[in-house]
């Protein structure tokens, strides 16, 4: 088993299941819907900008705040924005998880994960919950922490912070499972954390090669991979 390791968390879209196989089924609601849908992603870019800024600065009013930036780009009043964001967005992308299906060999390493002393958790930037019940895999969890109700996005550190605080764990840790270089794997330096990223199979052989000649930038994985069977491998031999 990975050595200093006594968590391993993972993030939710992309990580858990293929992006592409929710954005099929999008595609219709963001074609109807476009100006709210690229209002949300400017006001989670200004949210992101002013974090970066200010690292130790959190929302607790982050739903709100977020639905009067949306609002005044919309010209629309918030509170107006903030029941259709709930209707429309929050609630309404979750019907699609009943028919997506899990990476191969996901659901099986969860599995096995939970017959070992490793603690489980997710943290996600959009509220996971009922995502989790449609892909059947609600009960695997130690700790489930939505970051928007933290008051930040990843990758500020606040969390990860409150995820190792729920895992009752430090961040030094954990291993920290996600699909982008720049919210998941930046989200976990942050804090100490170690990272494991999910990658296609060419960018996993690039990272490799990259890593053994040590010419790297930035915040990089401890691991890459495009098989669940490799991560598998990383952790429990």
Request: with cysteine.
């Amino acid at each position: 088993m990975l050595q200093g390791i006594s968590a391993i968390a993972f993030d939710l879209d992309g990580t858990l299941y293929p992006n592409y196989s929710l954005n099929i089924r999008l595609l219709p609601f963001i074609l109807k819907h476009l100006p709210l849908v690229v209002a949300l992603g400017k006001a989670r870019n200004t949210i992101r900008s002013e974090q970066e800024k200010d690292p130790e600065s959190f929302m607790p009013d982050f739903y709100d705040y977020q639905a009067r930036l949306i609002a005044m780009q919309l010209k629309a009043e918030p509170e107006q924005i903030r029941e259709r964001l709930d209707d429309l967005i929050y609630r309404g992308w979750e019907r699609h998880f009943s028919k997506i299906r899990l990476f191969p060999y996901l659901r099986e390493f969860l599995v096995e994960l939970r017959t070992t002393p490793l603690k489980l958790g997710l943290l996600s930037d959009f509220p996971p919950q009922n995502k989790l019940e449609q892909l059947g895999i609600a009960g695997c969890w130690d700790a489930i922490i939505c970051s928007e109700d933290t008051g930040a996005l990843k990758p500020a550190a606040r969390p990860f912070t409150e995820l190792a605080k729920a895992l009752n764990c430090t961040a030094k840790q954990i291993l920290y499972v996600g699909n982008s270089s720049r919210y998941d794997v930046a989200g976990a330096a942050r804090t100490g954390m170690k990272s494991a990223l999910l990658a296609n199979r060419f960018a996993s052989k690039c990272a490799a090669r990259t890593a053994s000649t040590g010419a790297t930038r930035g915040a990089t994985a401890d691991f890459t991979f495009y098989d669940y069977r490799q991560l598998r491998d990383f952790v429990l031999l």
